[in-house]
């Protein structure tokens, strides 16, 4: 078993669609948790980070961590075409390395 | 200029050459990394450095190896190339005085093994 599982879609939706999007891992251990975005030819960018569990809203986008059922999501409000990239979570124990999911590809269509 | 940089960004080889991608920061940050990505697997961790002196194997290190020059600087080398080494190669950084520190990645590197 994978320590980050992730669906890596393809998902597809139209312009203003709510946009869901998520994890589960196996490590309890991990305590920071992350999203990543990353444009075709590019290199992933933060996009969300969270602490322990709990909900963390920016603009349109709002990460949230259960780690009482070690899930994790990110919600993607009134998508934009400029939204189209492929979101990969990302988390981490104390001070130890990364664990990364295969990244979900979305598309919103105009 | 970009805070980590990788070069070159492209690369084709033949099988059986060496070859050397090369990963530099300007972040200060202690800790590196180099990663390929695959459609349908993700980012899998090939090396990683938490400072100058320390060196660790990550999921896929073989048929790789790894040389930390300086803080600022990582290089990954394939010594002798295969095609299922063609990939997308990223390398990252991280600040390694706390604990909660995000990983900040390059541009990639595309190389195609022939």
């Known amino acids: 078993q994978k320590e980050v599982e992730q669906d890596p879609g393809p998902l597809s939706v139209p312009e203003g669609a709510i946009v869901s999007l998520n994890c589960t891992y196996s490590n309890s251990a991990f305590q920071y948790f992350m999203w990543y975005r990353q444009y075709s030819r590019k290199g992933p960018e933060l996009l969300m980070y969270?602490?322990?569990?709990g909900n963390k809203e920016d603009g349109r986008f709002t990460a949230q961590v259960d780690k009482s059922s070690k899930y994790i999501s990110l919600f993607i409000r009134d998508s934009q075409p400029s939204d189209s990239a492929t979101y990969l979570c990302?988390?981490?124990?104390?001070?130890?390395?990364?664990?990364f999911g295969t990244g979900t590809s979305l598309t919103v269509i105009p | 200029d970009a805070d980590v940089t990788q070069t070159p960004r492209n690369r084709i080889t033949k099988t059986g050459k060496r070859i050397m991608l090369e990963c530099s920061q300007t972040k200060g940050h202690d800790r590196m990394y180099w990663y390929r990505q695959d459609p349908g697997l993700g980012l899998r961790l090939i090396y990683y450095?938490?400072?100058?002196?320390?060196?660790n194997k990550g999921e896929i290190s073989d048929g790789y190896s790894v040389s930390r020059q300086a803080q600022a600087k990582f290089s990954l080398s394939l010594e002798s190339a295969i095609p299922n080494q063609t990939a997308l190669y990223f390398c990252a950084t991280s600040d390694g005085s706390g604990p909660e520190g995000e990983a900040f990645f390059g541009q990639g590197t595309r190389l195609t093994v022939v």
């Open positions: 969270t602490y322990s569990s």
């Open positions: 450095s938490f400072d100058v002196k320390d060196i």
């Open positions: 990302a988390m981490k124990a104390t001070g130890n390395q990364f664990y």
